[in-house]
């Protein structure tokens, strides 16, 4: 996949869950959802008052912790996001805010972020990867591993590297943050 242009949503909107370049925003309630790109590039800049990514503005799996759908597996491999993120909520290079409720393997393997990423609301999260990511089940399974991020992130209070804000009750394989 390869996506260039621009993309701005000039307002917030509640039934929206996210904009970006590859898919916008999934809440997955009532459904498996297994995500996989490999070797994608996103060009564009994305403006919005909603959670924004290059890749996913928006993810969430089964808000009933004890239902059986939401995120399986989620891999982002060999990827890259040259766009600028700007926005007045979670924001990042790759997901803005990711949420695999019930549980899931989630894969997230030498990507790179060249893009600025942004965020104006007070307790926005920006992370160079990740403006969010929650993982509330135990049965998650997550690696963060060979990302670089290279573009200049900004926000007021949950700034990082890779993830912004991360919460999880699952297992960490490997956390391999480079700058």
């Known amino acids: 996949c390869v996506f260039s242009g621009s993309i701005t949503k000039g307002h917030s909107d509640s039934d929206s869950k996210g904009v970006s370049g590859m898919l916008g925003g999934i809440w997955a309630d009532g459904a498996a ?20 990514g290059g890749f996913f503005g928006g993810f969430r799996g089964n808000q009933n ?39 899931g393997n989630n894969i997230f393997k030498f990507n790179i972020n060249y893009g600025k990423i942004s965020s104006t609301k007070s307790d926005g999260r920006v992370g160079g990867f990740a403006g969010c990511i929650a993982m509330p089940a135990s049965n998650n399974s997550y690696t963060l591993y060979g990302f670089v991020n290279y573009g200049a992130l900004s926000g007021t209070t949950y700034v990082q590297n890779a993830v912004g804000s991360l919460t999880m009750n699952g297992t960490v394989s490997r956390n391999n943050n480079t700058n």
Not at 78 to 84: A, E, K, L, Q
């Open 33 to 52: 959802i297994n995500v996989y790109m490999n070797n994608c590039v996103n060009y564009a800049d994305i403006t919005s008052k909603n959670n924004a």
């Open 65 to 103: 912790t004890s239902g059986s759908a939401g995120f399986r597996n989620c891999e982002i491999i060999n990827c890259i996001n040259y766009g600028d993120i700007s926005t007045n909520a979670d924001a990042g290079g790759f997901l803005g805010y990711y949420n695999t409720n019930p549980g």
